[in-house]
């Protein structure tokens, strides 16, 4: 499932291709967009901008209008020269977007709409720029509120909220946690403003370490998922908990444990030794 990294990396890419290019092509198999389109012709704006807000990615065009796309598990945004053969089936198509050099193409991508500014501000579902942790406007103390306003759920849950802190997924969720030494199990209440401080700051920058440029990315093609890294470069040492059950943990050896975790049961990578649920007392006193 793509996460905050990912998105943000396709938002770049696809910002290099078409920001402020006029767009000279749109199509689209989702009735609401063609509409959109008869209407107001998409053809002929501008991109003005291409972000990313945690798993939502943003192309804002210059009649003030604004296509969200959610990949939820299986969509993807490809990017492509014009005349550059798909490396998915056409049938897999729902919009595509080009300017006079380059194709951009969502494939299955299930959740795609038209706002206008207004609406896009009145939309809960699409996290505000300020909760991205990736966003230039991300801010730490009010997403340390947030956090903290969450006192009687799971931190490894709350991290998953979207609309707390954009950008972090299930990856990120147990190695931030690991991290911190925090046991993802523990209830936000139980944390100190320290360890919340350090969560989010951890969150912030294991998820910045994975959208640093690289050559892959300075082509403008964009095309899945990319490895991630919070430990190591070395491919097989690239994480510390995640997708490590019963292996050794990295700092004390003793096994990595996963168990499915919240409402949406997504599962959770920790060690139990280096992540103890905190003491009654501790939180107590
Ligand atoms: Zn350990």
């Not at 969509?75 to 490396?87: F, P």
């Not at 403008?220 to 490590?244: A, C, F, I, K, M």
Request: net charge neutral; aromatic share 8%; proline share 5%.
């Amino acid at each position: 499932m793509p996460e905050g990294d990912t998105i943000f990396r396709t938002a770049r890419s696809m910002g290099r291709a078409l920001i402020g290019r006029p767009i000279t092509g749109f199509r689209s198999n989702y009735p609401l967009l063609t509409r959109f389109h008869d209407d107001t012709p998409i053809t002929g704006q501008i991109v003005d901008r291409v972000e990313s807000r945690g798993k939502w990615l943003l192309i804002h065009l210059s009649g003030g209008a604004t296509l969200a796309t959610h990949m939820l598990m299986n969509g993807s945004w490809h990017l492509y020269r014009i005349g550059e053969r798909w490396q998915k089936p056409s049938r897999d198509m729902r919009i595509v977007l080009e300017n006079r050099e380059y194709q951009a193409v969502a494939f299955t991508v299930p959740v795609a709409r038209i706002y206008s500014a207004q609406a896009l501000a009145r939309e809960t579902r699409i996290p505000p720029a300020g909760a991205d942790v990736l966003n230039a406007d991300f801010d730490p103390l009010t997403a340390a509120a947030r956090l903290r306003a969450c006192a009687s759920e799971e931190v490894g849950d709350v991290l998953l909220h979207q609309e707390v802190l954009a950008g972090v997924g299930n990856v990120f969720k147990s190695e931030v946690c690991f991290v911190e030494s925090v046991n993802p199990f523990c209830l936000v209440s139980a944390l100190n403003d320290e360890q919340v401080a350090a969560l989010i700051r951890t969150s912030q920058r294991l998820v910045a370490a994975n959208v640093l440029e690289d050559s892959a990315d300075a082509i403008v093609t964009y095309r899945g998922q990319q490895r991630r890294t919070t430990h190591r470069s070395d491919p097989s040492e690239s994480l510390w908990v995640y997708g490590r059950s019963g292996e050794p943990c990295r700092r004390c050896g003793n096994a990595v444990r996963h168990r499915l975790q919240g409402p949406d049961a997504r599962v959770t990578f920790w060690c139990q030794t280096c992540q103890p649920m905190p003491d009654r007392s501790e939180i107590d006193g």
